[in-house]
């Protein structure tokens, strides 16, 4: 598996706006093959933002790679603007990508 994640610091008060986009974003994902799952993740809240991150899950490497390639991939990233017109973050979104070595699953949890 293949874990890829970026992590957002935005803007204290803009909070709202980012979430919104995400919320109403088409992704196309699903139209993907080797697509596990994606997760929105809000963190903790510093002086001047709120630290946000994207962690998807992949079959491998070579599955998030031709999403990063694909024209899905530039559709959902076109519908993901900003309509406020200024800038919601800190930065540039970080990426990181993790190969996964090793997972353990509580059977029991739902």
């Known amino acids: 598996m293949f874990i890829a994640m970026n992590r957002f610091q935005v803007k204290l008060g803009a909070e709202p706006a980012f979430e919104a986009i ?10 993907m093959p080797g ?34 390639r694909s024209e899905q991939f530039r559709r959902s ?13 800190l930065g540039h979104p970080r990426f990181e990508g993790f190969e996964v070595l090793r997972t353990e699953r509580n059977s029991a949890a739902a």
């Open 77 to 89: 990233h076109a519908r993901a603007g900003n309509d406020t017109g200024q800038s919601l973050y």
């Open 22 to 31: 995400w919320q109403s974003r088409e992704s196309y994902l699903n139209e």
């Open 35 to 68: 697509f596990v799952e994606f997760h929105l993740l809000k963190g903790s809240q510093a002086e001047d933002h709120t630290l946000y991150s994207t962690h998807t899950t992949w079959a491998d490497k070579d599955a998030f790679e031709a999403w990063t």
